[in-house]
């Protein structure tokens, strides 16, 4: 592991990519009832006859940014080990009995602040978490990943990406530890918890794919796949993603890790004051959009 990874932790989350079901109910949802932004509407570039949506603060900072492959059908997924089980929104206290009225779900007290548990249309664990720091709208206060073994995981997560220990609590049957990144960015905030009851995680709607972490630019993100693959995980080459530059690895408790540069940014290919207005395909697939156009469902974007 090299001290310039060290010397220069991770920013944060980038962005969570999720499986939703049908993209209109799925947009619905995260643009009504939620409030975010429509930032990108686009299609899941490995399997781009299925849209991935993008949702995010006003100005799609990276931090902000959730996503989904949005499967007009498919079946469910089931939430366990060996997966990211929610994510969290930051939103001021006395917001929270707001979002319960609009949404319902029930509130519940997790490391001093208060929690709104939801889930989506599609099934998908969701909070908002009380959190007095004045950022916008949308930015992450955290994930939950479930973990049979969270050992491996807190040492990628302290030893290379720069967060360190802040507690645990016991309580929903299982046992929760908290681990955070100096500084205020936002999504600073990962908990991983063991439940006492093995769930083995099955992929399908309703479940988190992936969650994406910051890299300042592409120097940081090839310093930190050069202390990753020192470790002995094996990290995927830099996949050029349109909106930022990608890397993956699955972590040693079985998540599917990304780490993603904040460059060069969601309006790219549309300005900031149009995104998510209509279908942007990245170079590989805009011969096809044609066919593409009537493979995918047609979606209303108010
Ligand atoms: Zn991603």
Do not use: C
């Not at 079985?254 to 940014?265: K, M, S, Y």
Request: aromatic share 10%; charged share 20%; glycine share 10%.
């Amino acid at each position: 592991m090299s001290d310039a990874t060290l010397k220069t932790p991770i920013a944060g989350l980038h962005h969570v990519t999720a499986i939703s079901g049908p993209a209109q109910e799925n947009l619905n949802f995260y643009t009504e009832a939620l409030k975010t932004r429509l930032i990108k509407q686009t299609v899941n570039f490995d399997a781009p006859e299925m849209y991935h949506l993008y949702y995010g603060a006003a100005d799609a900072r990276p931090g902000s940014v959730m996503t989904f492959f949005n499967r007009e059908e498919g079946a469910q997924g089931q939430a366990g080990e060996g997966a990211a089980l929610a994510f969290a929104y930051a939103a001021p206290p006395d917001t929270l009995a707001d979002w319960q009225a609009a949404l319902g779900g029930t509130i519940s007290t997790r490391f001093g602040a208060q929690v709104l548990s939801l889930r989506d249309p599609h099934g998908q664990a969701f909070e908002i978490v009380a959190d007095p720091s004045d950022g916008a709208w949308g930015e992450f206060h955290s994930v939950t990943l479930w973990l049979a073994d969270p050992g491996p995981t807190a040492a990628i997560l302290t030893d290379i990406f720069g967060y360190s220990y802040q507690g645990e609590e016991r309580g929903d049957g299982g046992l929760r530890q908290r681990y955070a990144l100096p500084g205020d960015a936002p999504g600073r905030v990962i908990d991983l918890w063991q439940s006492e009851l093995p769930v083995k995680a099955r992929p399908g709607a309703g479940t988190i794919h992936h969650i994406a972490f910051r890299a300042g630019d592409e120097g940081h993100q090839a310093a930190l796949r050069e202390a990753l693959i020192a470790r002995g995980q094996e990290v995927t080459e830099v996949k050029d993603r349109q909106y930022f530059k990608a890397i993956y690895f699955r972590e040693p408790g079985g998540v599917l890790f990304e780490i993603a540069t904040d460059g060069p940014g969601f309006a790219t290919d549309e300005p900031l004051a149009a995104l998510g207005q209509s279908l942007q395909l990245p170079p590989q697939h805009e011969p096809r959009r044609a066919e593409l156009k009537k493979a995918l469902p047609p979606l209303v974007v108010v």
